[in-house]
């Protein structure tokens, strides 16, 4: 069971915080593990290992912390500029 989530809305060139270019999740276990992932193009949740690579020094993105709100209103978005929704598919 996850012990907390922390959002992030991807930044680039050509993207805001307001109209980010992607949204990342990073969740932390109670053994002390994590886990990152990304919302996608299929529309899903899927591991990344975009976050690390930030971490490590990668600058073509910025990743700025958001709430678990503007995260979700980011998936939304995304879901209706795909042209749909997949059940389940959203941020938890």
Not at 5 to 15: G, M, N, P, R
Not at 50 to 76: C, K, M, P, Y
Request: without cysteine.
């Amino acid at each position: 069971m996850p012990d907390s989530v922390t959002y992030y809305a991807v930044v680039d060139e050509l993207s805001s915080r307001e109209q980010p270019a992607g949204v990342f999740r990073r969740t932390y276990f109670d053994d002390g593990g994590m886990d990152d992932e990304a919302f996608t193009r299929n529309m899903v949740w899927e591991r990344s290992g975009l976050l690390a690579s930030a971490e490590r020094g990668d600058t073509a993105n910025d990743f700025v912390e958001i709430s678990e709100d503007e995260a979700n209103q980011i998936v939304e978005r995304f879901r209706q500029l795909s042209g749909g929704s997949e059940p389940g598919a959203g941020a938890p």
